[in-house]
């Protein structure tokens, strides 16, 4: 077999139900050894609930170290809520905590979605990965520890019904399908819900699939059987995105031969004549030496790469 170099770069699945995203991420790992790959890290730009699909990031070698840049990118999702019901989990998961009657119209739903965008607070779901006192919430929850969850400041950046169930009764609705474009540490579940209490009702997230994550989109996503075929054909590479797809809306800043060298050596740089700003430095080959931030002509670096 011919000696493969080591990959750096971005492959986007299209994650499906089920799939927790460190099996993602173990499944990208297969993938390498397959198709002859040399062992690199191999990371995921921000964790999908296993009971969501979509988009999923998945950093390979250098492209690692810009998951916590990820972490921070916006996010746009469709999601459904299913009224009637406010479950533990606030998913399909999670068993009846709460329960009503009462059924929204569309009118309802859309004379409450303004109240629920721009900045707004919100109380994470008890099942979820944030830490308490060094304990993953879904753990003390699952342990029948009260959880007590704090408000949290977010911004949901657009919200918008994209299709109503079929009506029961009087223009009442099941179920609806919602976009939302949200900014990071949003959680679609405390959404849901708290637009479901607004309409003075219950719900939970029967659906959710996320369109994009910062840069990355469906479109440039592919599947799990498709990641297999190509690991099979030592072929991950028809599919990689570079490092810097994920840092798309960054501008370039080329570098002389010898201010690259001292990037690479991780010397601070003066007197650069550039925009205040993050950057993408790259040397005379356009070659990316490191991420960085430029005040007042003063360089340093935030995450260098060893390419």
Same mark, same amino acid.
């Given at each position: 077999?011919?000696?493969?170099?080591?990959?750096?770069?971005?492959?986007?699945?299209?994650?499906?139900?089920?799939?927790?995203?460190?099996?993602?991420?173990?499944?990208?790992?297969?993938?390498?050894?397959?198709?002859?790959?040399?062992?690199?890290?191999?990371?995921?730009?921000?964790?999908?609930?296993?009971?969501? %699909?979509?988009?999923?990031?998945?950093?390979?070698?250098?492209?690692?170290?810009?998951?916590?840049?990820?972490?921070?990118?916006?996010?746009?999702?469709?999601?459904?809520?299913?009224?009637?019901?406010? %479950?533990?989990?606030?998913?399909?998961?999670?068993?009846?905590?709460?329960?009503?009657?009462?059924?929204?119209?569309?009118?309802?739903?859309?004379?409450?979605?303004?109240?629920?965008?721009?900045?707004?607070?919100?109380?994470?779901?008890?099942?979820?990965?944030?830490?308490?006192?060094?304990?993953?919430?879904?753990?003390?929850?699952?342990?029948?520890?009260?959880?007590?969850?704090?408000?949290?400041?977010?911004?949901?950046?657009?919200?918008?019904?994209?299709?109503?169930?079929?009506?029961?009764?009087?223009?009442?609705?099941?179920?609806?399908?919602?976009?939302?474009?949200?900014?990071?540490?949003?959680?679609?579940?405390?959404?849901?819900?708290?637009?479901?209490?607004?309409?003075?009702?219950?719900?939970?997230?029967?659906?959710?699939?996320?369109?994009?994550?910062?840069?990355?989109?469906?479109?440039?996503?592919?599947?799990?059987?498709?990641?297999?075929?190509?690991?099979?054909?030592?072929?991950?590479?028809?599919?990689?995105?570079?490092?810097?797809?994920?840092?798309?809306?960054?501008?370039?800043?080329?570098?002389?031969?010898?201010?690259?060298?001292?990037?690479?050596?991780?010397?601070?740089?003066?007197?650069?004549?550039?925009?205040?700003?993050?950057?993408?430095?790259?040397?005379?080959?356009?070659?990316?030496?490191?991420?960085?931030?430029?005040?007042?002509?003063?360089?340093?670096?935030?995450?260098?790469?060893?390419?």
């Amino acid at each position: 077999m011919t000696e493969r170099k080591p990959l750096n770069g971005w492959l986007i699945l299209d994650k499906p139900l089920g799939l927790g995203s460190t099996q993602g991420v173990s499944a990208v790992k297969r993938a390498l050894r397959a198709g002859g790959y040399p062992k690199c890290k191999v990371g995921h730009g921000g964790t999908l609930d296993p009971l969501a %699909t979509g988009v999923l990031p998945i950093a390979l070698g250098e492209a690692t170290k810009l998951a916590g840049h990820m972490l921070d990118a916006s996010k746009v999702y469709d999601f459904t809520i299913g009224f009637g019901v406010e %479950t533990d989990t606030l998913d399909a998961e999670g068993v009846a905590a709460e329960s009503s009657d009462a059924r929204p119209t569309l009118a309802d739903v859309l004379a409450v979605l303004p109240r629920f965008t721009g900045p707004i607070e919100q109380i994470p779901p008890k099942y979820s990965a944030l830490k308490i006192d060094g304990k993953r919430a879904y753990d003390l929850a699952r342990a029948g520890v009260a959880v007590e969850m704090t408000m949290r400041g977010v911004t949901v950046h657009g919200l918008s019904p994209l299709l109503s169930s079929v009506c029961e009764g009087e223009g009442a609705l099941q179920e609806i399908t919602l976009q939302a474009h949200v900014s990071k540490g949003t959680y679609i579940r405390s959404l849901a819900r708290d637009i479901a209490r607004a309409l003075d009702c219950y719900g939970h997230v029967t659906m959710l699939r996320r369109l994009r994550a910062g840069s990355f989109a469906l479109d440039s996503a592919i599947s799990l059987d498709r990641l297999a075929d190509l690991g099979q054909g030592a072929a991950l590479e028809e599919v990689l995105l570079p490092i810097e797809a994920g840092l798309d809306d960054i501008p370039a800043l080329p570098l002389t031969p010898g201010e690259a060298k001292a990037v690479r050596q991780g010397r601070l740089l003066s007197g650069i004549a550039a925009d205040d700003g993050m950057k993408l430095a790259r040397d005379e080959n356009h070659v990316l030496v490191a991420l960085v931030d430029i005040t007042g002509g003063n360089l340093r670096i935030i995450r260098g790469f060893n390419l």
